[in-house]
């Protein structure tokens, strides 16, 4: 199976920072990852997909890019409703895996 | 506007069945593979199984393989997670999601999910 680890597990900012979440699959996955944040006590919500393509609707204050085994999700100008935690997950073999998730809240 | 309902929900004793289902409405059900992810109490997202558009495709994760079923029925725009054998680590909410793809990629539109305790 593929393991992806995400780094840092968390961190702290503040309203306006830019942040940069890394995802590492153990072997080659092409662009086939997609990114997610989820708030405590609810669904996820799809944020990108093909590594760098937005979901509709996904403002893009959120960008992802990589490919191969490398993956950042980045986020520009930091605002109060994206403290949450972002998880990335391949879909480039069975069985699809999720990393375990990156914590962003306030510093 | 898109809405995905999960049910069947509930407490059930380790080694016991659970059927969950997954309802769609507001886009064409049957366009879409259809995934089921599942959340232990303060873990992370665990990805269970996905089904394809015409249901002929179904793939799983390792920790369910050969107990759970996922199965769909395009007649009523629903798609069924058949839990058999629970056991108590398998307490988590269960959420379904719609892919962006027939054949099963990733989700793109995700339901508000439904609690499984599993206790004796």
């Known amino acids: 199976d593929i393991q992806l680890t995400q780094s840092p597990s968390s961190l702290s900012a503040t309203v306006g920072d830019k942040v940069t979440i890394t995802c590492r699959a153990s072997q080659g996955i092409s662009t086939y990852l997609a990114w997610f944040q989820q708030k405590p006590g609810k669904a996820p919500k799809s944020l990108i997909y093909?590594?760098?393509s937005l979901q509709r609707g996904v403002p893009s204050k959120f960008s992802g890019s990589g490919s191969g085994t490398d993956f950042t999700l980045t986020i520009s100008g930091l605002q109060p409703e994206d403290f949450a935690t972002y998880y990335c997950q391949q879909y480039y073999l069975h069985p699809f895996t999720f990393g375990p998730g990156t914590k962003v809240d306030f510093k | 506007q898109m809405q995905l309902v999960e049910s069947g929900g509930g407490a059930v004793q380790p080694g016991t069945s659970l059927r969950l289902s997954c309802a769609g409405s507001g886009f064409l059900f049957s366009d879409h593979a259809i995934h089921w992810v599942r959340q232990a109490p303060g873990k992370g997202l665990e990805w269970v199984a996905v089904i394809s558009y015409d249901g002929t495709v179904k793939n799983y994760g390792d920790s369910v393989k050969g107990r759970f079923i996922i199965s769909r029925d395009n007649s009523r725009d629903t798609v069924f997670l058949q839990m058999n054998s629970l056991r108590a680590e398998e307490a988590a909410v269960y959420y379904c999601a719609k892919d962006v793809k027939d054949i099963g990629a990733t989700p793109d539109f995700w339901g508000q999910g439904t609690l499984v305790t599993v206790s004796s």
């Open positions: 093909a590594a760098s």
